[in-house]
């Protein structure tokens, strides 16, 4: 029983100046911590990187990749696009830096675009490649 409230206080001690260094740090940034960007995001030590993350929606803000024509497609289905909507989905993709994909994709999640199944699946293979060929170089 000693052991037990010797540990609850410890914690005690040690959580609660950081719960209040926390909340201090908070009003400071005006309710939010700050966000680190996410250029400096990947620390290179884990599997996946934030930084590329198709998940991951690391900032709110959209960004547009000359691709302002596809937000026709806002709210379609993944199977409701026609042969030549699938085209032009593809054409943006096919015509993009390795490095902007991920973040194109990202992109097209926060306006509400969801990509044809097909391409999505091409999406995936480019990154995983990009992914591959960064591993081999480092």
């Known amino acids: 029983m000693q052991v037990v409230l010797i540990i609850l206080c410890a914690l005690a001690a040690v959580g609660l100046p950081l719960y209040l260094l926390h909340k201090r740090e908070e009003r400071k940034a005006g309710g939010e911590l700050p966000i680190t960007p996410p250029e400096q995001q990947c620390c290179g030590l884990h599997l996946t990187c934030e930084k590329d993350s198709l998940l991951a929606s690391v900032s709110e803000k959209i960004e547009y990749y000359d691709d302002e024509e ?3 497609y806002k709210g379609r289905g993944e ?6 909507e699938i ?3 593809r054409d943006v ?3 993009m830096q390795a490095e902007d994909i991920a973040g ?3 992109s097209l999640q926060l306006r509400g675009i969801e990509l044809p199944a097909i391409v999505r699946e091409e999406l995936l293979m480019i990154v995983a490649e990009a992914r591959a060929s960064r591993a081999i170089k480092e």
């Open 70 to 72: 596809l937000d026709a």
């Open 79 to 84: 199977e409701e696009y026609t042969e030549n």
């Open 87 to 89: 085209e032009q989905f």
């Open 93 to 95: 993709l096919l015509t």
């Open 104 to 106: 194109w994709a990202r």
